[in-house]
């Protein structure tokens, strides 16, 4: 074995290429037809619009009709379609699909390899990524420093979770939160070296792990747990737990990419957010005094779709013709593992 103190620069970042940048060429973004209200739930457990809505911020979510063939694959890969079809490139243009996503309708192949056969992308590669809310984000930094480096050009990058496929609609602390939704962006190299992430942040804590978690056997549940109230393949939360997390997490969070880029909260033009809890999202915004018009929010009407939520505000946000060049963009997410990542870019 080798000596680790002959090899203590490999601490360091890689080396980036010199001369590339990264650019996020075109955004695309799909939501199932299904809408569940909360009215509609209050017919299910005991709740209520007004409940709902103060606690969460959520009057409505969307939800995969699998009548209509809507499924997590479709979800995937009409989002990629979309920021192939406004970069203006075709699947086969790519050298990688990663998919951030919890709810694959296979358990193998990976939901990325499905994507690349639907859409004509030939012989990239692709791989599924698994950090629940936070795999569009982690996916996103790793197709940056791929590119940064010199091992690829072009990466689709999509985010998607069907959280309705894992849900006990008779758990009242779940259901209300969780709807389904996908975003993908087309990520490219440029010689434009002072395009792309300028700083960004990727944890986990894996002792948080039981406050939630989805359990595939009986074994997999804590033994301090109801077991009277658990089902086996749906998802478990500690929701007080949860909410504590989030919201001391998510402003360290901003605190430390800010830190890391020696900016101001003033520099950042967007924060597109993970959509967990509208709560949540308000508490960090009256912190750091960010501008309602810069922290953006759809969860009134989608729903908390882990994986899927921040890259479909993007994309919300990029038709809506609010991103744009010279634009300093905070990318956030923080969920299950525990995990929690940034992506600080600039446009």
């Not at 549940?221 to 089902?231: A, F, G, L, Y």
Request: aromatic share 6%; net charge negative.
């Amino acid at each position: 074995m080798s000596d680790p103190s002959k090899h203590a620069n490999l601490s360091r970042p890689l080396p980036a290429i010199p001369g590339r940048g990264v650019v996020i060429l075109g955004s695309g973004s799909a939501v199932p037809s299904g809408e569940l209200t909360n009215d509609e739930l209050a017919d299910i457990v005991q709740t209520s619009d007004e409940w709902i809505f103060q606690r969460t911020g959520i009057r409505k979510r969307r939800i995969c009709d699998h009548a209509k063939g809507e499924s997590n694959l479709t979800l995937c890969t009409e989002s990629l379609r979309g920021a192939l079809a406004q970069s203006n490139l075709k699947a086969s243009d790519l050298d990688l699909i990663i998919c951030g996503t919890i709810t694959q309708d296979f358990r193998c192949p990976s939901t990325a390899c499905l994507v690349a056969a639907n859409l004509g992308a030939g012989t990239a590669a692709a791989w599924d990524l698994g950090a629940a809310c936070c795999g569009f984000v982690y996916s996103l930094n790793v197709a940056h420093d791929l590119i940064r480096i010199g091992t690829h050009r072009r990466i689709g990058v999509i985010g998607c979770d069907t959280i309705s496929a894992i849900t006990d609609y008779t758990n009242r602390g779940v259901c209300i939160l969780f709807g389904d939704a996908a975003g993908a962006v087309v990520l490219s190299a440029t010689d434009d070296t002072t395009k792309g992430c300028i700083a960004q942040v990727n944890k986990a804590n894996g002792t948080g792990w039981h406050d939630l978690y989805m359990p595939t056997w009986i074994e997999n549940i804590p033994e301090n747990s109801d077991w009277n109230t658990v089902r086996i393949g749906c998802l478990q939360m500690n929701g007080k737990a949860v909410f504590k997390f989030a919201v001391s997490t998510f402003q360290e969070l901003i605190s430390e990419t800010l830190a890391k880029a020696d900016l101001p909260v003033e520099a950042i033009d967007m924060f597109v957010c993970h959509q967990s809890n509208a709560r949540i999202l308000e508490a960090a915004r009256e912190k750091f005094g960010i501008p309602t018009e810069k922290l953006y929010v759809n969860i009134d009407r989608i729903g908390n779709s882990s994986a899927g939520s921040v890259p479909l505000c993007f994309d919300e946000l990029n038709k809506a013709g609010k991103i744009k060049p010279g634009m300093k963009v905070l990318f956030l997410a923080f969920g299950a593992g525990v995990t929690w990542t940034s992506s600080l870019w600039q446009f």
